[in-house]
């Protein structure tokens, strides 16, 4: 089974860049049957989709934050990662990364645990 | 694009049955059967339990069940226990360009 698991800084100042990874066991990100995801949670809020991208280097953006936004690869270590740029105060949330399937699905079946991300000086 | 809506809150007995809605628009829920449903516990990541409306993932109790008509999407929690006491979250589909938008979540009580 599919075991996903978020790292980061916990703390970034303002107007700098929020990197994050994830790192999946149990499965292959080459695999192209998935697209790997990246959603946060703004504290005592919902989820929010940030963006994915598939084992062929293309990604999908939400277009509110694709002007900030980097998705990555690293198949050599089987993660993926995240980097948002000019962070304010309202990109403090806990970052998931999860799962989605290609084939004509787009629910995400599993899900890391969460990195609470702090965005202060 | 906004977010699906959803009640802030419900609540039932024991052994009740609940309803919690999720209305999009033609865009989303409307267009696409490709509505996914998840229960958060307090501290913990989100779980899925219906995706494409109405189909629940192996392990997931069948006392979780989904539905949609027209722009509205609805999961059905009979037989409430107390471990259903969670937030929800509907999701969907919204095309090639937003592609997933969320609910806002519900909270659930058990009372």
């Known amino acids: 089974q599919v075991q996903l698991q978020e790292s980061g800084p916990g703390l970034v100042m303002p107007s700098q860049t929020l990197p994050l990874t994830c790192s999946v066991s149990?499965?292959?990100?080459?695999?192209?049957?998935?697209?790997w995801s990246w959603i946060r949670q703004h504290p005592g809020k919902g989820l929010e989709w940030i963006g994915y991208?598939?084992?062929?280097?293309?990604?999908y953006y939400n277009p509110s934050l694709k002007s900030r936004l980097t998705i990555s690869l690293d198949t050599s270590k089987n993660q993926f990662s995240l980097k948002l740029t000019s962070v304010t105060a309202a990109d403090t949330a806990i970052y998931y990364c999860a799962r989605r399937s290609v084939s004509g699905t787009t629910h995400f079946d599993s899900w890391g645990q969460g990195s609470l991300v702090t965005v202060s000086s | 694009q906004s977010a699906l809506t959803q009640p802030a809150s419900v609540s039932g007995s024991p052994g009740q049955s609940i309803t919690i809605s999720c209305a999009g628009t033609?865009?989303?829920?409307?267009?696409?059967?490709?509505v996914s449903w998840y229960q958060q516990h307090p501290g913990k990541a989100p779980k899925l339990i219906i995706y494409?409306?109405?189909k629940r993932p192996s392990g997931v109790s069948d006392h979780f069940s989904g539905s949609k008509s027209g722009n509205t999407a609805s999961l059905t929690i009979s037989g409430l226990q107390a471990e259903d006491e969670a937030d929800y979250y509907c999701?969907?589909?919204?095309?090639?360009?937003?592609?997933?938008?969320f609910g806002g979540g519900t909270r659930l009580t058990v009372l």
């Open positions: 494409e409306v109405r």
């Open positions: 999701c969907s589909y919204a095309g090639s360009i937003t592609h997933v938008i």
């Open positions: 149990g499965g292959s990100i080459s695999s192209g049957d998935y697209y």
């Open positions: 033609s865009s989303d829920v409307g267009s696409y059967n490709l």
């Open positions: 991208i598939h084992n062929t280097g293309r990604t």
